[in-house]
């Protein structure tokens, strides 16, 4: 077996594969023997088919398929001598003439290949990336207080209807009567709202449901009707106030401390300011960490300045893809995909020349934080620790997951390797500014 490498333009290689018949001939032979103990043929019983019949029916293929084989392991353990880097897969080349199974025993197969370009980036205090963190402003310390409160807060009944209470109501038409229903003023636009607004227990105004519950299955279930029920149906309706309930938030005394701080750590209005200024700041570091680690990229990415096999790769795309997508296509997001793939070389560059590793040990405190976020999204803050050894047990049994928490920690610790060797100026923005260069920077 003989392999010839061809360099071809734009970091693209040609590996020449030619193929003799002692490469092939003995899993030809031993594929031809599976099919004769198999073959179905009639006249014949099983395995009894003369192999002459056999090679007749089958040979060609097979010295096919075993040559083409024989010739892609030839080619892979030649990139693992030569210690080839490559970027997306070993494919066949366009260049590769036909070959001529029935006559010949020799055949040269062709294949292409995208080498990966060299990476070197010298970094000095002379590089410079700005780490960009939101000014805390009132409203985000008034709306973090009002969350907190309203955890601890209770439903009350009031006397006069305002703008966000709740609503139990009784809703006539003729001879039909809807007692217990209810009314959210809470989602209603201004427009809406504004007819009960200084209204008490015991008044009474004309409504239309379609404006007071906005979608068929609300109208229905305020009805206690079925949705093709409402076709038809007559929107007006008489309403009558029975009871007016308010969100009213806990006062700041000791019951509310003991019970929103039972480790007492927050005992005093004062140390709740403090404390929710805490909680503001630690949640916008998460976003300031977030815009600092993309913008690391971006610097890598344009430091590195990496040119890439493009024409092989979107070849390449192509091939695997067995044409499910068009060229048109394929380019409509091949920047992204080679920044993506230019990022993954930079890694790889960072993580083997700083030995970088992530130990088990990591990657369950990071699947622990998935799964305290999760809860916290559900609105359960507070999960014990044994629940979330248990759930972050699942994350990692599960392959994708588990290789988004290997990928994300690599990432972590590359960022983080850079960060010293670079001079990262602070600036305090505002949130919407904050937004908008978030936005831009992904």
């Known amino acids: 077996m ?38 179905n043929v009639p006249g014949f019983r099983p395995g009894m088919v003369p192999m002459g019949i056999i090679n007749k029916m089958y040979r060609k293929g097979v010295v096919a398929e075993e040559s083409y084989r024989a010739a892609s392991k030839a080619c892979f353990d030649y990139i693992e001598k030569e210690k080839l880097t490559l970027v997306g897969d070993m494919i066949p080349s366009d260049k590769q003439q036909p070959l001529d199974f029935d006559d010949s ?67 006539e038409q003729g001879d039909t009567k809807v007692e217990e229903a209810y009314v959210g003023l809470i989602g209603m636009s201004d427009e809406d709202r504004a007819p009960f607004i200084g209204k008490k227990v015991g008044d009474s105004l004309d409504v239309d449901v379609t ?17 093709a029920d409402l076709e038809g ?10 009871k007016i309930r308010r969100f009213v938030a806990p006062e700041m005394n000791e019951e509310f401390f003991k019970t929103a701080f039972p480790d007492g750590g927050v005992a005093t209005p004062e140390a709740f300011e403090k404390y ?54 394929i380019d409509k997001d091949f920047d992204r995909f080679l920044d993506m793939m230019r990022w993954n070389l930079i890694q790889k560059h960072y993580i083997d020349a700083l030995k970088l590793e992530v130990t088990p040990e990591e990657a369950t405190e990071e699947a622990k934080k998935m799964a305290a976020a999760q809860f916290a999204y559900y609105g359960i803050p507070n999960v014990d620790g044994e629940t979330l050894a248990n759930y972050a047990k699942n994350i990692l049994g599960n392959k994708e997951e588990n290789r988004k928490v290997y990928e994300k920690l ?7 390797a850079v960060i010293p060797q670079i001079t990262v100026s602070e600036k305090a923005i505002s949130a919407e500014d904050f937004g908008k260069l978030a936005q831009d920077a992904q």
């Open 410 to 416: 690599f990432e972590n610790k590359v960022i983080d």
């Open 276 to 329: 929710i200024e805490e909680q503001i700041a630690r949640d916008l570091s998460r976003e300031t960490d977030f815009l600092l680690h993309l913008d690391v990229r971006k610097f890598l990415l344009k430091k590195a300045g990496l040119v890439m096999p493009e024409a092989f790769l979107k070849n390449w795309l192509y091939t695997i893809n067995e044409g499910k997508f068009s060229m048109e296509e």
């Open 233 to 242: 149906m007559d929107q007006n309706y008489k309403l009558t106030i029975n």
């Open 105 to 171: 025993t020799e055949y040269e197969f062709v294949f292409e290949v995208g080498l990966a370009p060299e990476i070197g980036i010298d970094l000095s205090k002379k590089d410079k990336v700005t780490r960009y963190s939101i000014r805390i402003e009132d409203k985000m310390r008034d709306g973090y207080r009002t969350n907190f409160l309203n955890r601890f807060g209770k439903l009350t009944d009031v006397d006069t209807v305002e703008k966000e209470d709740a609503l139990d109501v009784t809703l």
């Open 2 to 39: 003989n392999i010839v490498r061809e360099n071809l333009e734009n970091l693209t290689t040609l590996l020449k594969v030619t193929v003799g018949e002692a490469d092939y001939s003995e899993a030809v032979d031993k594929a031809l023997r599976t099919y004769k103990r198999k073959a």
């Open 211 to 227: 404006k007071l519950f906005k979608t068929p299955s609300q109208r229905a279930a305020a009805l206690g009707v079925k949705e």
